[in-house]
């Protein structure tokens, strides 16, 4: 059966991980301090959360200072982790679909405000609206093309296949004009995949292995199709076991859209990718973008905080720090980096790992002190205005988000996840129980609720009430 689903899945996939903790003063970078303090929190996470395995990769310079593994790839058989241990990237991906993409406009191949239906051929993406403006490249990588969003997984073991790029393209329309608004897209990076072999005549996988993947040092083979070998060294997925519970197996799935996150790596493999990002397009001596195109991914698009493939945002101390979160059912994985300071960590995860870690190791790396947040208080709120947050929310076009009442305690649900409960630090802004994520509901001057904000760290997504 098809099953409609975003690659950001549950409350610690919905939002790149964008540190905006307090600026602390700078000091020398002290390796077995940072080792130590992130050490302690994901093994806190993998107790207190039930996350069965993290492997985390930290870059400074053009150098990867330390890779580690905690936890078990396998619970069941207590197989450890290890920094080899494979895992998807999730949405992380989406910037090497655009690094991908920028290699070829660089070679002069197409330029980005050319239409993306152009280079199509038969997989021409239907304009319905008869839009005065026509899906360029810029929209599609910034989430500015108002094409459908969404994506289609299949369980690996329900023997039918998803769509091929070509015929998931061919399906796609505008249901609003380019630039109107911002929505995140997996379908439009499915397509940016399309394109990479379009354009460049090669297979995708092949295109980015032997462009990005290979001249980084990366030597894992086959990040699309894996081999018989590299599913030897796979994390099984798992849903966490929450408030110190046995993390619970969860089916494995693939999915159609593919060059917008079903790729498989190690964390060592991503880091060196973002290290390229972090010295202006090159890591260890080999170039693989211009300095000119890696500052057009770094830069926010149309009034946004999204560039191509990074969410991007500048932190009180001017920094620019480059961030994704991502995954399908059953892994996670987290990249972050601050482009000044050259430095960043990129961890993964076979469930869900804490935000906490990435913005710890960015002000570690920078020799800064990390404070942990101070805990939370709560306060009550009348019933009455509780049961005027209740009902269904829309996000990004395509992921229902239920508020409801139960035992006068306020909860929320996303998708087939279990619901969590909503403890209020104001009359309108709530903690999610048990996770890193706020919701805040947004009321009119009528008392009417219009919208809710999910909230990570300094960035948010909004999603409409619809019922």
């Not at 919905?14 to 303090?37: C, M, R």
Request: net charge positive; glycine share 10%; aromatic share 10%.
């Amino acid at each position: 059966m098809k099953k409609r689903i975003s690659v950001f899945i549950g409350f610690v996939l919905v939002f790149s991980i964008i540190g905006a903790s307090t600026i602390a003063k700078s000091g020398d970078f002290d390796l077995e301090k940072t080792k130590k303090v992130l050490t302690g929190l994901i093994q806190k996470a993998l107790k207190e959360r039930g996350v069965p395995s993290i492997s985390i990769a930290l870059v400074k310079g053009d150098e990867i200072v330390w890779k580690a593994a905690f936890g078990y790839a396998n619970v069941r058989t207590k197989t450890p982790a290890t920094p080899e241990t494979i895992y998807c990237t999730g949405s992380t991906f989406k910037a090497v679909t655009a690094t991908a993409l920028m290699q070829l406009a660089e070679k002069k191949k197409f330029k980005l405000m050319d239409p993306v239906n152009r280079y199509l051929g038969e997989s021409n993406v239907q304009d319905r609206l008869q839009s005065e403006k026509p899906v360029t490249f810029r929209h599609m990588l910034s989430h500015w093309s108002g094409l459908t969003p969404g994506a289609n997984t299949k369980p690996i073991w329900g023997r039918e296949l998803p769509k091929t790029l070509d015929e998931f393209t061919s399906d796609l329309y505008s249901i609003r004009a380019p630039e109107k608004k911002w929505e995140y897209n997996n379908y439009a990076y499915g397509m940016a995949g399309l394109l990479v072999e379009k354009i460049s005549g090669k297979e995708y996988e092949e295109y980015v292995v032997e462009n990005i993947l290979k001249p980084l040092g990366v030597e894992t083979p086959h990040p699309v199709y894996p081999s018989p070998e590299m599913v030897e060294l796979m994390a099984l997925p798992y849903m966490p076991g929450r408030n110190k519970g046995k993390p619970r197996p969860v089916a494995q799935v693939h999915f159609d859209v593919y060059p917008a996150g079903d790729i498989y790596l190690t964390a060592e493999d991503m880091a060196r990718f973002l290290g390229a990002h972090l010295n202006g397009g090159i890591f260890n001596g080999k170039r693989i973008l211009s300095e000119e195109s890696v500052k057009e991914m770094h830069t926010p698009q149309f009034g946004g905080t999204y560039g191509f493939g990074f969410f991007v945002k500048k932190e009180e101390n001017g920094h620019t720090i480059i961030s994704h979160g991502g995954g399908i059912p059953g892994q996670s994985s987290n990249m972050m980096g601050d482009v000044d300071a050259r430095v960043g960590v990129y961890f993964m995860s076979n469930s869900g790992g804490p935000g906490s870690v990435a913005q710890a190791a960015i002000k570690l790396l920078r020799g800064e002190e990390y404070i942990p947040p101070e805990k939370q208080k709560f306060i009550s709120v009348d019933q009455k205005v509780l049961n005027t947050y209740t009902g269904k929310y829309e996000l990004m076009g395509e992921r229902i988000l239920d508020v409801t009442m139960e035992d006068q305690k306020l909860f929320i649900k996303v998708g087939g996840r279990p619901k969590s409960e909503l403890l209020a630090v104001t009359k309108t802004k709530f903690f999610v129980k048990r996770t890193e994520y706020y919701v805040t509901f947004v009321v009119d001057e009528k008392g009417v609720v219009s919208h809710l904000k999910l909230e990570a760290v300094g960035q948010s997504m909004k999603a409409e009430k619809v019922k």
